[in-house]
């Protein structure tokens, strides 16, 4: 299926809720020309997105399914909070794999408070290749399946000049693990490798400066948090989390922007395997198979240059690199890992500048990968 054909699909079967629009530029009618139209469709500003989704990745195979997605901007007397959204989808794999999930980033009036997060069920196939750089060869992974019901929901209240503190609450059940290949004696050893349950709670920090959280054009993002995860029920994993996410985006043009990501986060004590820092998916070190390598300490540094192409058709070009080791101490140039490729942007909704995004990646070590997502990686 063509990714035209993708978004033709998500005009056709949009329910539409024109937001305010620049007095010089009318809003266009709700007609089924305007509908398939997508240079009517980008200016409607879609409020309520049904979204038919078919999209493929090493992780899951072929997904099918159907997301829902709201669009809206809080308002007091005086102003109007950035674009915020809540998200539910139904999917289901040609690997089998099902998932059940809800996504939200709101802003409440005056953007006093910032609510992010996720929850839901799904069911997996990990592929596992071991711990550290070290690993076995590429198709000699453990092949594993399991369920899994998680919760991360952080909680922000505005501090002054756009920072914010807040609270960050993790929850995950790992459990039904089905090992397709008999577990070797190293294998054995790895905590959690058969299943785990954590729960951690701790402080977090936000610096939101993007002008659109969608897809920034400029500004600066920030967000730490700790996390400290307890031991309960028999389960045996007391380990602690500390995460750093830095952004920038140097606007180079009204229609093109240079953005860079530092990404950090290292887990000290008991972790489970599945709770380590993992490198791959498709935010950050496209084009590796998520978890392709993990371990205590992880690294990343990623710039994506965004274009206008032509009207609602946008371009990108990403690359990255990253050290994942045991610790900072043990990072090595000699480990390096890297990864880049170019995508395609499409315009759904001007005011929030929300896109349906199309990567195509590489990475260093062995094949690649493509993506069909909504709203940018960073």
Known sequence: ?????????????????????????????????????????????????????????????????????????AKDKESEARGSYIHGQFTYSTLGQVEVKSTWQVFTKGEKFVYRGSGGFSTYNDRFWGVGNNTVDEKNFLPQDYSRIFLESKTYRLLKNQWYVGMKLDYNDVYNVVNKKPLTPDQLDVPGINGSKTLGIGPAILYEGRDFPFSAHKGAY???????????????????????????????????????????????????????PRVGGSVLMRGYFTGRFRDHSFTALQAEYRFLIWRWIYGAAFGSAGVIDESIASYSTSNLLKAGGLGLRFLLNKKNRMFVRFDYALNSTAGGAYYIRLSEAF
């Open 222 to 276: 920030a967000e730490f948090y700790f996390t400290r995860n307890i031991a309960f029920k028999n389960n045996p994993f007391n380990y602690n989390t500390w995460f750093l996410d830095l952004r920038k985006y140097f606007p180079l043009s009204q229609n093109s922007t240079l953005a860079f990501q530092l990404h950090s986060m290292h887990a000290t004590g008991n972790v489970p395997v599945r709770e380590l």
């Open 1 to 73: 299926m063509s990714l035209y054909k993708i978004i033709l699909g998500i005009a056709l079967s949009a329910t539409i809720g024109a937001n305010a629009q620049e007095p010089a530029i009318p809003v266009p009618k709700k007609t089924i020309r305007n509908f398939i139209n997508p240079d009517s469709l980008q200016l409607m500003n879609l409020k309520i997105v049904p979204i038919p989704i078919f999209t493929s990745t090493p992780e899951t195979g072929i997904r099918v399914g159907a997301a829902l997605e709201y669009f809206f901007n």
